[in-house]
C-alpha cells in the first residue's frame, strides 16, 4: 500500500461512516504536487514548503470544522514523509490550516504550499493556535459562524450635523432678508432652513483605492469599513502573503476622512515605513501588510 493509499485510510477512519465532502486521496495529491513546485534551493539545501494552506467552500467549511484538527494532523504526517521520501528539508514542524474561500463550491477544495523561514512559520503558528483558541472559547457561538465573524474595536465615528433652524439666530437670518417684513422674513427662514438641510445630505460615499507599488494592481474600495487580511472569507481584499494575517488591518472611513488600524496582526501593519496601531490616512500614503506594500489614493 503506497503513502497515498495509507493516508486515505487514516482519513476515512477519521470520518467513519460519514461521507467526506470530497476525495482526501485528491487533496493528498495536489499537496505533493504543491510541494515539488514550491521545493526551493536554500544554502545548498533543497528546502520544501513549510506552510500548507487548504481553502474550501463555505458549506464544507461548516461539516469538516470538527475535523480540522485531526485532519491537520494527517495531512502534516504526510508531509513530513513525503520530504522524507524526497530527502528534502523541512525549516519546521509543517503547518496545516484551512481557510474559507467563499467562490468555491461545495466539493472543490485548493491547496498552496508555501516555503517561508523558521521564524514567520513560528509566528504563523503562534496566530494559528490562538485564532482556534479564541473560536473554541466564545461561550455560546457557532464554531462555523465565528470563522466568517469579523471582531474590530474601531468604529467610524458619526458626522456631527447640526439643526438648521435651531443652530441659526434669527437676527443673522432677518440680516440676509433686508426690507422684509415678518411674513417675507418667515419664508427666509425656511427657505435657508431648506437650503441648509440639503448640505447636511449624507456624506459622499467612500471611494479609495490600494494599488500594488510592484505589480500595479488596484484594489478599489466602495466600503466605509475595508477587512485586509489572508482569509477571503472575512478580508474585503485577500491578499496571498503568508505574512498576512487572517484578520490584517481595518481601513475606515469617517465621511470625511480614512484611516486605518491593525487587527492585532502577526507581522503588524506600516504607514510610510512605520509600524502603527491607529493612525489617519492621507493621499499617496504607503501601507505595507506582510511583504506588500500599497500606495493608498482617496
Not at 267 to 285: A, Q, S
Request: glycine share 6%; hydrophobic share 40%; proline share 6%.
Amino acid at each position: 500500500m503506497n503513502f497515498l493509499s495509507v493516508f486515505e485510510s487514516r482519513v476515512s477512519d477519521i470520518f467513519g461512516t460519514v461521507r467526506a465532502p470530497f476525495s482526501f486521496k485528491k487533496l493528498a495529491r495536489h499537496a505533493a504536487r504543491e510541494m515539488e513546485d514550491q521545493t526551493l534551493v536554500i544554502n545548498g539545501v533543497d528546502t520544501a514548503p513549510a506552510l500548507y494552506t487548504i481553502l474550501v467552500a463555505s458549506d464544507d467549511d461548516a461539516f469538516l470544522t470538527p475535523y480540522y484538527s485531526k485532519i491537520s494532523r494527517e495531512v502534516r504526517e504526510l508531509v513530513k514523509a513525503q520530504a522524507g521520501r524526497k530527502r528534502y528539508t523541512l525549516v519546521g514542524e509543517p503547518l496545516v490550516r484551512f481557510m474559507v474561500d467563499p467562490a468555491l463550491k461545495s466539493g472543490r477544495f485548493s491547496v498552496f504550499a508555501e516555503n517561508v523561514d523558521a521564524p514567520t512559520l513560528g509566528r504563523l503558528y503562534e496566530e494559528e493556535r490562538a485564532y482556534q483558541q479564541k473560536l473554541t472559547g466564545e461561550a455560546g457561538v457557532n464554531v462555523p459562524e465565528a470563522r466568517g465573524a469579523v471582531h474590530s474595536s474601531f468604529e467610524p465615528s458619526p458626522v456631527a450635523i447640526p439643526d438648521p433652524v435651531a443652530t441659526v439666530p434669527p437676527t443673522v437670518l432677518r440680516d440676509q432678508l433686508p426690507g422684509m417684513g415678518g411674513a417675507a422674513a418667515t419664508g427666509g427662514v425656511l427657505s435657508v432652513a431648506s437650503n441648509m438641510a440639503d448640505a447636511r445630505q449624507a456624506p459622499a460615499a467612500p471611494r479609495a483605492l490600494l494599488k500594488d507599488v510592484v505589480t500595479g494592481e488596484e484594489h478599489p474600495i466602495s466600503r466605509a469599513r475595508c477587512i485586509i487580511g489572508r482569509e477571503r472569507a472575512t478580508a474585503d481584499i485577500a491578499l496571498r502573503d503568508p505574512n498576512v494575517s487572517r484578520c490584517h488591518a481595518e481601513l475606515a472611513y469617517t465621511g470625511t476622512d480614512w484611516s486605518i488600524e491593525d487587527l492585532n496582526s502577526t507581522n503588524g501593519t506600516m504607514v510610510n515605513n512605520r509600524r502603527i496601531t491607529r493612525c489617519p490616512l492621507r493621499d499617496g500614503d504607503l501601507l505595507t501588510f506582510g511583504l506588500s506594500t500599497f500606495e493608498f489614493r482617496s
